[in-house]
């Protein structure tokens, strides 16, 4: 009977202890979470267009957009030209808590991966899972299937896939000065 009283106690707890963890992130360990953005760049470095996975606020996507021409410093180049390019750049939110309770954000880059030339939009494949689907009529029904850490998942791309050029990419948050990040407010706004 002891023992069967252990048992059942332990199952308990168990519960309890995955229903906790479950719904308090508190508990779990916070990693920041990647997001992809396809950035197409001009032939003299200026980002033309950022298109996020996933929908931004009008503030965050400003955010976006400027940290993006902080950090791409030379338009790619193909035989010693600048040329335009596009690519997926990989990217996290950082914030730094502020002593007024706002928070300094700020779009750092993770790692890049090449986009052949052409029209790509984003698809959302089972509500998680991620893909470049084409938008021109030579590609048409061809996705870039992207894997769980945001990078190209060249496993499962069965196109003829050349790898395209593409620019010069520093971390805006480490290797240069920058003006004073923009100020994201505590609580929603």
Do not use: C
Not at 5 to 12: K, R, V
Not at 98 to 110: I, K
């Amino acid at each position: 009977m002891k023992r069967f009283q252990t048992t059942l106690l332990f199952g308990m707890l168990s519960l309890a202890a995955s229903t906790a963890l479950a719904s308090s992130g508190s508990l779990n360990e916070f990693r920041p979470k990647v997001m992809p953005v396809l950035v197409q760049v001009n032939a003299h470095g200026k980002v033309t267009d950022a298109s996020p996975a996933i929908e931004l606020s009008p503030r965050l996507r400003r955010l976006l957009l400027q940290n993006l021409n902080e950090m791409i410093v030379k338009p790619a180049t193909e035989h010693g030209r600048p040329v335009s390019s596009q690519f997926v750049a990989n990217l996290v939110l950082r914030t730094t808590p502020r002593t007024e309770g706002d928070y300094d954000a700020q779009f750092a880059f993770v790692s890049s991966s090449p986009v052949p030339s052409g029209s790509w939009y984003w698809v959302h494949i089972d509500g998680h899972r991620l893909a470049l689907a084409s938008r021109d009529s030579i590609n048409r029904g061809a996705r870039i299937r992207f894997n769980d850490d945001r990078k190209m998942d060249r496993s499962s791309n069965p196109m003829n896939y050349r790898s395209a050029p593409t620019p010069l990419i520093q971390n805006a948050t480490r290797n240069t000065p920058s003006p004073a990040p923009a100020r994201v407010p505590g609580h929603g706004g």
